[in-house]
């Protein structure tokens, strides 16, 4: 049976849940079963075999949402392989270079015995939430730094430890 994951995130104007989608669907593409959810509804992560979460990034924070997410399932967390992705340079910096977690993910990602994490370049265009991301768009500093083809190659690479790790077992 495949192993069953989990991708959950936390967004605010939804590119951090078209980061997770792809994260998603990569994983059903190489073979194995994958729910994607929101953090807010995700009551229980017992029934998967692995993690994958994400969040936007904020003055340098993951959403609040996310951050209770880790508090609420640590325990579970730390028991089953987990992976952290944050969304948020609003430049090219995220495909020029490897870019650490931030103070509080770095945590985590200790605490909770994380295999790894990534930091994707964000996106934030017309139409988003928040009086700070509406000036940010309207001086000019928007837009979509994503890059699809690395997120995708990073979930490729989660998917081929899972495996791996599945057939040894």
Not at 21 to 31: D, F, H, I, Q, T
Not at 108 to 127: N, W, Y
Request: glycine share 12%.
């Amino acid at each position: 049976m495949p192993t069953s994951v989990l991708v959950a995130y936390g967004t605010t104007n939804g590119s951090t849940a078209q980061i997770a989608e792809a994260v998603a669907e990569v994983l059903r593409k190489e073979g194995l079963t994958a729910d994607l959810l929101p953090v807010g509804s995700v009551v229980d992560v017992r029934p998967y075999g692995a993690v994958v979460l994400g969040s936007g990034l904020y003055a340098g924070r993951w959403l609040r949402d996310a951050r209770h997410f880790m508090s609420r399932h640590g325990r579970q967390l730390a028991e089953r392989p987990l992976w952290l992705f944050s969304s948020g340079p609003l430049d090219a910096s995220a495909s020029e270079r490897d870019i650490p977690p931030v103070r509080g993910v770095r945590r985590a990602m200790a605490r909770l015995h994380a295999k790894g994490h990534v930091t994707f370049g964000g996106c934030l265009e017309e139409g988003a939430k928040g009086r700070i991301a509406q000036s940010i768009v309207r001086n000019g500093k928007g837009g979509d730094f994503r890059d699809f083809a690395a997120i995708e190659g990073w979930a490729t690479r989660i998917a081929e430890e899972l495996l791996t790790a599945q057939e040894r077992s």
